[in-house]
C-alpha cells in the first residue's frame, strides 16, 4: 500500500514530518506546496486504499477531498492546529491530533505523540510559528543554553521564510527538498554546526531579504494596528510572512498585515493578530474571498484592489474595543 506525506511547506509543516519520519522512515510520496498552498489532500489519488499522513493544513479546506480517501479505504492520520470545521470526519479510518490553541502547533502535537524523542526539532518548528514565548519555555526546560536556543529560533524562522512564495520558482527551495535535506539530522543543532550548503543559502537568502523588508512602506498605521506595502517581486513574497512576524513582535499591542503587490493587481496579504491578544487574524481574513487561516495568524490569498480600503478599515476597527 503506497504511504503518502502531505505537509505544509512551512517551518511547522517541514518540522513535523522530520519528526515522524526520524521516528520511523518510509519512502513516501511527498506531497506540499508553498505556504499557502493548503489544498493538498486533493493531490493524493482516491482510487485505491492508500496510508495518508496529512500535516499542517486545515481539514475545514480539506474535508471533501479526505472524505473521498476514506470512502476508498485509506487510513488517514491528520495533525494540525488550523480550524478543522463543526465536525470531524466519522470513519474507522480516521485519526486526528487537532488542536486549535494559538499557544500549539502542528510539530509540538507531533512531539507529544512521539514522547519528545526529537524535540528540538519541535521547538525550532514553535519559534519558525512565532511561537517565541513557547519556544523559550520548551528550551529552557530542555536544559539548552542562551547560544543553542537562539540557533533553533534563527533555523526556525528561516525555514518558514523559505515557504513563502506566490509559486515554488519563488522560493530558495522547494519545501520537498527542503525537508529532504534536513531529515538527515536527528538533531536540528546538529545541522546548523556542520552548515550544510542548504542551511548557508537558506540564512544568507533570509538576511538579505529581510534587509530589504524592514524599509517597506507603511500604508496605515493606527493605535491597533499597522499595515505595511511590499511590490511585486519574488524578494517581497518570500520575506512577507517573517516580516509580519517581525512587526507583531516589535509592536505587540497592535494588529499586523503585510500588503504584497500582484502581477494582476490585487494583493496577497498576512495578517498578524496582536501578540498580547492573539486571536481575530482568522475572522478578518476570512471577510474577504480567499481568506482563512488561524486565530494569531492568517492570510487572504487574493484580495481585490478595489477591497484594499475595506481591509484598511477592518484592520483599523476589528481590534478597537
Not at 514522547?115 to 514565548?133: C, Q
Not at 539530522?185 to 548557508?200: G, K, R
Request: charged fraction near 20%.
Amino acid at each position: 500500500m503506497q504511504t503518502y506525506d502531505v505537509f505544509n511547506g512551512d517551518a511547522d509543516g517541514i518540522c513535523a514530518l522530520i519528526q515522524l519520519r526520524l521516528a520511523e522512515p518510509a519512502d513516501t510520496t511527498l506531497i506540499t506546496g508553498v505556504k499557502r498552498d493548503i489544498a493538498l489532500a486533493g493531490k493524493v489519488p482516491a482510487e485505491s486504499p492508500a496510508r495518508v499522513n496529512i500535516l499542517d493544513i486545515s481539514l475545514d479546506k480539506n474535508r471533501e477531498a479526505v472524505d473521498e480517501l476514506l470512502a476508498a479505504g485509506a487510513s488517514v492520520f491528520y495533525v494540525d492546529h488550523h480550524f478543522p470545521g463543526e465536525t470531524l470526519p466519522d470513519a474507522p479510518g480516521f485519526t486526528a491530533l487537532i488542536d486549535t490553541q494559538p499557544t500549539t502547533c502542528t510539530s509540538l502535537l507531533v512531539d507529544q505523540h512521539l514522547n519528545g524523542r526529537f524535540h528540538n526539532w519541535a521547538i525550532a518548528a514553535a519559534f519558525g510559528d512565532n511561537l517565541n514565548t513557547v519556544g523559550e519555555d520548551l528550551a529552557a526546560k530542555a536544559g539548552l543554553s542562551a547560544g543553542q536556543t537562539e540557533a533553533l529560533k534563527n533555523l526556525g524562522v528561516c525555514i518558514n521564510y523559505n515557504g513563502y512564495g506566490a509559486t515554488v520558482e519563488d522560493l530558495h527551495f522547494h519545501p520537498a527538498d527542503l525537508y529532504r535535506a534536513f531529515v538527515k539530522f536527528e538533531d536540528p543543532l546538529d545541522l546548523i554546526a556542520s552548515e550544510p550548503a542548504a542551511w548557508q543559502k537558506l540564512r544568507d537568502g533570509y538576511a538579505d531579504d529581510m534587509a530589504k523588508g524592514v524599509e517597506a512602506p507603511v500604508l496605515n498605521e493606527t493605535a491597533t494596528s499597522l499595515v505595511v506595502k511590499l511590490p511585486d517581486e519574488a524578494w517581497a513574497r518570500r520575506v512577507s510572512g517573517v516580516l509580519g512576524n517581525e512587526l507583531a513582535n516589535c509592536n505587540p499591542d497592535k494588529a499586523c498585515a503585510i500588503v504584497t503587490e500582484k502581477a494582476d493587481g490585487g494583493y496577497l496579504v498576512s495578517i498578524r493578530a496582536p501578540l498580547n491578544n492573539r486571536t481575530g487574524a482568522d475572522e478578518v481574513a476570512r471577510q474577504f474571498p480567499t481568506g482563512g487561516g488561524r486565530k494569531a495568524a492568517a492570510g487572504i490569498n487574493d484580495l481585490p484592489a478595489e477591497q484594499l480600503a475595506s481591509f484598511l478599515d477592518t484592520m483599523a476597527e476589528f481590534w478597537n474595543n
